[in-house]
């Protein structure tokens, strides 16, 4: 997945497949080739091991030197662990995508089967009268609205990123099918807030992905929004487009658009125009547009809205904060103590992207000092010198501020609704079958790496104990080369490195043994060196008057004949 920018904009840019064609046990799903070369819906379990982005963590990084650990902090910012709200998107699209192409098979014939299939009792007529029944296209969309920071938009590309973005088909079922599809499409709305912009956008975005001139076609500066929407209803159903997804809805401008009625009635236009499923994503400064009428009118409560607010104090919290607590590259380990949790809510009142870059600044703030431990003084101070843009927003969320709140709804909803939300929200992310599931595969993840690094460290101890090291000492060596190494290591570096302390250690203890057995002699020896009998030719008498003399000692007993010329010892 890669972003590319287009006149200023962002495009999210998915992978490019030849189909592949999957029977599925939907009986209406079937003989589509739209649906057929989707992958397989995925069960709970198999979506989250796909979202997760987990990176690579070693606990020898404490080890490294201060500016590498600093470096490998900026990994936190790749961290995904799904929560349930994730799996509840994920579930959505699934059957948003699915039920958006039912009626909208692109093969005639194939269309007469998947509808037979579907409804065995549907009266075709007697094939004179040239009747067909009709299937009304259910695309079923619907929004999502959530405070900034929450994980909206990482979360949307991590689903979206679960189906590829363009299948490119060339037969079905023995049919001759040469159709580019489009999947799914993922627009930004402009920074100028203007309808006819988002319009322009579409095809913009289009041309990045399969490299067309749709832009040029149809982007005459003369053509109004009215004009606009049937092309992209025609270019939408020519690709078979299964889902529009359009971000940052809060951007729109009442003036430019022509007031908030106007915009209502373009999404509703756009949704009964298109003719496929539209899902509108943004912050609650949006929810000041998106009025009851407008959720009744449009099509989009088919899947029902879903309210994205900050993580309360619960499991959810305690899940995500668990996993998160995991990267840490200080040279000494931190647990993740009840103070913590609840300073590291406090400060970011449980949205997602204020948590992760706390704990990455408060261990920026450490790394490289005397104290590298992790306390909750730390995370207070942390967000006070570095969060200041953010800090009276979450002061306002913490007291309650009526009047602060009503001032920023494009940062949290207004306050009248603050309570319904966060209601809503609880009762979306506390399912609790599901967060057991992820928990379980979170600790299961963990267990398998004690397990291996158990049996590694059993492994070389053992190996050393033959090698003639005392069990304990082989264990703490083991252990000590282990945590400098990693898990990951290859064995013969670790036994290298245990082995080496091994020694080290045993040297030291001898070490230790000879000054104290020298300190016990020291009394004897200066008793014996009164009575020593100075002998006329006396090593020591040599090397003693040499060194007054100025003469190396060598010297002096080479000249005193104590040394004698290696010639004499070598066979002639």
Same mark, same amino acid.
């Given at each position: ?38 992958p397989p819906v995925l069960?709970? /379990? ?10 690579? %963590? ?42 958006? %192409? ?78 580019t599809q489009l999947v ?27 490299? #067309? ?34 971000? /940052? ?51 989009? =409560? ?13 499991d959810v919290w305690d ?101 319904? %939300? ?11 079958? #599901? ?8 600790? =299961? ?72 057995? /020298? ?54």
């Amino acid at each position: 997945m890669i972003t590319e920018q287009i006149y200023g904009r962002n495009v999210f840019i998915g992978n490019q497949i030849s189909a592949k064609y999957h029977l599925t046990e939907e009986a209406m799903y079937r003989h589509n080739a739209f649906i057929e070369a989707l992958p397989p819906v995925l069960m709970p /379990e198999e979506a989250a091991n796909r979202i997760r982005r987990k990176p690579v %963590y070693d606990e020898a990084g404490r080890y490294w030197n201060a500016q590498r650990r600093l470096q490998s902090v900026q990994t936190i910012t790749n961290y995904i662990e799904p929560l349930p709200i994730h799996l509840d998107l994920e579930q959505r699209f699934s059957r948003m995508i699915r039920n958006g %192409y039912m009626a909208r098979n692109p093969i005639s014939a194939e269309w007469i089967k998947q509808m037979r299939a579907g409804f065995r009792d549907l009266d075709w007529g007697a094939g004179e009268d040239g009747y067909v029944p009709i299937i009304r296209s259910s695309a079923a969309g619907f929004s999502i609205i959530g405070t900034s920071g929450v994980g909206k938009t990482t979360a949307l590309d991590s689903v979206l990123s679960l189906y590829p973005q363009v299948i490119v088909h060339t037969e079905y079922n023995g049919h001759s099918f040469d159709r580019t599809q489009l999947v799914w499409l993922k627009l930004d709305c402009p920074f100028d807030g203007s309808l006819k912009g988002l319009c322009l956008n579409f095809f913009q975005a289009i041309d990045i992905i399969l490299g #067309t001139r749709y832009y040029q076609k149809f982007g005459n500066s003369r053509r109004t929004v009215d004009e606009l929407l049937p092309n992209m209803a025609h270019l939408a159903a020519a690709l078979g487009l299964g889902v529009l997804v359009i971000d /940052e809805i809060q951007r729109l401008n009442e003036a430019k658009s022509g007031g908030a009625a106007k915009m209502l009635n373009f999404f509703v236009q756009m949704v009964n125009t298109i003719g496929v499923p539209v899902v509108l994503v943004g912050t609650f400064k949006a929810l000041h547009f998106m009025t009851r009428e407008f959720a009744q009118a449009r099509r989009s =409560a088919g899947q029902g809205d879903l309210i994205w607010a900050n993580l309360a104090r619960d499991d959810v919290w305690d899940f995500f904060i668990d996993g998160l607590w995991e990267y840490q590259w200080t040279n000494v380990s931190s647990s993740l103590t009840p103070a913590l949790r609840q300073v590291l809510y406090e400060e970011s009142q449980g949205i997602v992207d204020i948590a992760v870059k706390l704990y990455m600044l408060a261990q920026w703030h450490v790394i490289g000092q005397e104290d590298e431990r992790i306390y909750p003084g730390l995370i207070r101070d942390v967000a006070r010198e570095s969060l200041k843009l953010a800090k009276p927003i979450l002061d306002a969320l913490k007291a309650r501020d009526i009047q602060k709140l009503s001032q920023i709804s494009d940062i949290y909803p207004p306050i009248r609704n603050l309570d319904e %939300y966060l209601h809503r929200a609880t009762d979306r992310i506390t399912i609790e079958g #599901t967060l057991n599931t992820l928990r379980n595969q979170q600790k =299961a993840e963990k267990n398998i790496m004690d397990d291996d690094a158990e049996s590694l460290i059993i492994q070389v101890a053992r190996w050393l104990v033959e090698a003639g090291i005392e069990p304990k000492t082989a264990r703490e060596c083991t252990v000590k080369a282990l945590n400098r190494h990693g898990s990951g290591i290859n064995l013969k570096l670790v036994m290298q490195e245990a082995f080496t302390l091994a020694v080290k250690y045993l040297a030291s203890q001898e070490d230790e043994s000879s000054e104290k057995e /020298e300190s016990k002699q020291e009394p004897n020896r200066r008793k014996r060196k009164d009575k020593v009998v100075s002998l006329s030719g006396d090593l020591r008498e040599i090397v003693e008057k040499s060194k007054k003399k100025g003469i190396p000692a060598y010297q002096a007993l080479k000249d005193a004949g104590m040394i004698k010329p290696a010639s004499e010892f070598l066979a002639r």
